[in-house]
């Protein structure tokens, strides 16, 4: 039986999600898709599905999330999360809207909270627009994201375009006076019969007062953040003893890698400052070669065998957004499908190989990555910078990987990672 259930809208948001979990104590698995009956978990507190809903057609996206819902009830879930992204990634048609909205007539809630907050990466809510860093959102890049481009920073008015229901908000003044009060306004909200309400927070305190006040919601929704103060309202109603060592670092023997499919500036600057590091090796993929025909594998594998276990190294295909733009105007929005499925190819040949240890950057490129190597589920480890953890397959020979999300870590990550894993 578990006490936690979340749906997730994509793979590294859920190793985002599992890893705050994780840190608050919990003893977390976050499985690859909704997994088969055959899959054996070890014991925990939550598990995290991670979807890959964020984009694809409301209707999937809805089937999907409720289906997941209905197996996390089935496994004991009192209380489940939809994560999204902290930049509310998403259009009118959602999916955050209709989702939210189908999983709350599957659980026959009347009522949820949604706040994208994650203040330790810059994102804050407040009076219902979401800043990320000193920027609304919609002046920040994401006003330019090829999929779900976000020109409305407004949450509420979001929300009222994407689902049903009244939307109301909660806003500063309100959560600044902690939990009781949110809660009364939750109530107040409830009384009024909005479905949907959006809070504002500007810290960890908030988010953790906001936690505290809808214990007694069945589903809250929001980035990872939302999750920061539930095992704490768990504990406190008398259903959860926080777990002195809820995910240890696991040791392997064996040579680790670093694969790079992210084109985001904090992954260029992790590489730029990877190459830098003394001793470190690097391959950069051809990638028109690739497109144009050319299997790098053979010639990834002669190279990296060479060095394998004697020195940490990185195989990339990343690139600035400008040779990106120029690539895919060259070879069409399938090339990035063809540099995913061959760095997927050369996991397999490393694990092959004997790499026990894989750092993966960028979100679609982890997704690529442990469909490849065959990952179901994971266990979730220590936390290597905020978002990030270890973790480790449960049906895979020993495997560790971290998941990053392209916009996630610190300029020095690939070296820190690998270091905890000597
Ligand atoms: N040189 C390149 N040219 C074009 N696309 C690339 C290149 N290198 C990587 N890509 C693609 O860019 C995408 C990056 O997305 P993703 O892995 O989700 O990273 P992020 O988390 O930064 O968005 C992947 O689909 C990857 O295959
Ligand atoms: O909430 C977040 O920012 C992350 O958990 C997340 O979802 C990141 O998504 P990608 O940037 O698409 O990897």
């Not at 994208?116 to 219902?128: C, E, I, K, L, S």
């Not at 919601?217 to 809820?246: C, E, H, K, M, W």
């Amino acid at each position: 039986m578990i006490l936690l259930g979340a749906i997730a809208d994509d793979l590294t948001g859920a190793t985002d999600l599992a890893s705050t979990l994780r840190e608050s104590g919990m003893r977390v698995v976050q499985t690859i898709g909704l997994p088969g009956n055959h899959l054996a978990l070890p014991p925990v507190d939550a598990i995290v599905v991670a979807l890959k809903s964020r984009s694809i057609e409301p209707e999937l996206a809805v089937g999907q999330s409720v289906e997941a819902a209905t197996w996390l009830r089935s496994l004991g879930a009192g209380k489940l999360i939809f994560k999204y992204c902290s930049t509310f990634d998403s259009t009118d048609r959602g999916n955050i809207g209709p989702v939210a909205d189908a999983l709350l007539n599957a659980l026959g809630a009347d009522l949820t909270v949604h706040c994208p907050a994650f203040p330790n990466n810059g994102r804050t809510v407040y009076q219902g627009h979401l800043f990320v860093g000193s920027d609304l959102l919609s002046e920040s890049g994401m006003r330019h994201h090829p999929i779900t481009p976000m020109t409305d920073s407004n949450l509420p008015r979001l929300l009222r375009r994407q689902a049903s229901g009244d939307v109301s908000l909660v806003c500063h003044e309100i959560v600044s006076q902690g939990a009781p009060a949110i809660a009364d306004a939750i109530a107040a909200a409830r009384r009024a019969g909005v479905r949907h309400v959006v809070v504002d927070a500007l810290s960890e305190r908030h988010l953790i007062d906001i936690g505290l006040a809808t214990a007694d919601l069945v589903l809250v929704s929001g980035s990872s953040g939302i999750a920061l103060g539930i095992p704490d309202s768990l504990a406190r109603q008398g259903r959860f003893t926080p777990n002195r060592d809820p995910g240890e670092l696991r040791r392997f023997a064996g040579p680790s890698a670093v694969l790079a499919g992210s084109c985001s500036r904090a992954t260029l600057g992790q590489i730029a400052y990877f190459k830098s590091v003394p001793d470190a090796a690097s391959y950069k993929l051809d990638v028109a070669a690739l497109l144009d025909g050319r299997d790098p594998v053979d010639e990834v594998m002669a190279w990296a065998s060479r060095r394998l276990g004697s020195k940490p190294i990185l195989i990339y295909a990343s690139e600035t957004s400008e040779n990106v733009q120029a690539i895919l105007r060259g070879y069409g929005a399938g090339a990035v499908d063809r540099i995913e499925a061959t760095l997927g190819r050369i996991a397999v040949e490393l694990h092959r190989h004997g790499v026990t240890r894989f750092v993966v950057a960028g979100g679609e490129t982890s997704g690529a990555v442990v469909h490849a190597l065959g990952v179901e589920a994971l266990v979730i480890g220590p936390s290597i910078d905020t978002g990030v953890p270890w973790t480790y397959a449960t049906n895979a020979k020993p495997l560790a990987v971290a998941l990053k999300s392209g916009n996630f870590g610190s300029e020095d990550f690939f070296a820190r990672a690998l270091a905890q894993q000597p």
